[in-house]
């Protein structure tokens, strides 16, 4: 059993906040990304030592919720902890405070063990020590990703939602794993929702499932709807009839 979560600090730069409002989702993604990638290779299980044994990290599905938005100029700080296996899932917490550690989100993020060559996840436990986790309380309790019970969400491209924009796949978007890297697939998802449609502007949940792989050269159209039941606003990403992202989001 590990002893302690770890930590990494970050300073927030106007690029992350579009120089002027609250941190964007694009920045933390990024934050949170590379400090669980950092904790895994101090762990022994980052993307290279992964690759070395054919297996590759893809993160499947996230919850984030949001209290607070840091600005340009904050400190901020990256607490991480893996918490075990969920199924086929890898089980990784976050949490992003402030320089005086008052907290400022928390996430959940549910990661694959892929094998490379067959593009096919693989048992979680026939990868990672079992003591590899942390028996820490979850930022939120309620932080629970998946979005496939929601009303709305299907395999297939919902009728009657609003066309919001379409986008071709570049190199700059492309990760090692050889597809676009999920921080702008979170970006896309927030983006496809109108300004008119984000309260303030400022996020309070974000939940994702990433469905496919999206590959360079790909053309992606992003769509949007309410749900009012959920208070929420609902939003896909597509390439051609096939549905690669979903996500839900509530905004203050």
Not at 41 to 63: H, N, P
Not at 148 to 163: H, R, S, V
Not at 227 to 238: G, H, Q, V, Y
Request: glycine share 8%; aromatic share 10%; charged share 30%.
């Amino acid at each position: 059993m590990l002893e302690q979560a770890f930590e990494t600090k970050y300073r927030v730069r106007g690029y992350d906040c579009g120089y002027g409002g609250p941190l964007k989702p694009l920045a933390i993604a990024n934050f949170f990304q590379e400090a669980a990638g950092d904790h895994a290779f101090a762990l022994g299980i980052g993307m290279e030592e992964m690759f070395a044994r054919g297996r590759t990290w893809m993160l499947s599905r996230l919850d984030i919720e949001l209290e607070d938005w840091p600005q340009t100029g904050d400190e901020v700080i990256v607490r991480t902890w893996p918490a075990g296996t969920d199924r086929i899932f890898a089980v990784r917490y976050l949490e992003l405070l402030s320089a005086d550690r008052r907290r400022l989100a928390g996430a959940r993020y549910d990661y694959l063990v892929v094998d490379i060559e067959k593009r096919r996840p693989v048992r979680p436990e026939k990868v990672l020590d079992p003591d590899m986790r942390m028996d820490i309380s979850p930022p939120y309790p309620d932080l629970v990703p998946g979005l496939q019970d929601i009303a709305g969400f299907g395999a297939n491209i919902p009728q009657g939602w609003n066309e919001s924009f379409r986008l071709r796949i570049c190199p700059r978007h492309i990760d090692n794993n050889g597809h676009a890297n999920n921080g702008h697939l979170i970006d896309w998802l927030c983006d496809a929702l109108p300004l008119s449609e984000r309260a303030s502007g400022a996020p309070t949940r974000i939940k994702v499932d990433f469905v496919s792989e999206v590959k360079e050269g790909e053309e992606l159209v992003a769509y949007w709807a309410d749900n009012e039941p959920l208070n929420a606003k609902l939003s896909i990403l597509a390439r051609g009839d096939e549905l690669v992202a979903r996500a839900m989001t509530r905004w203050m």
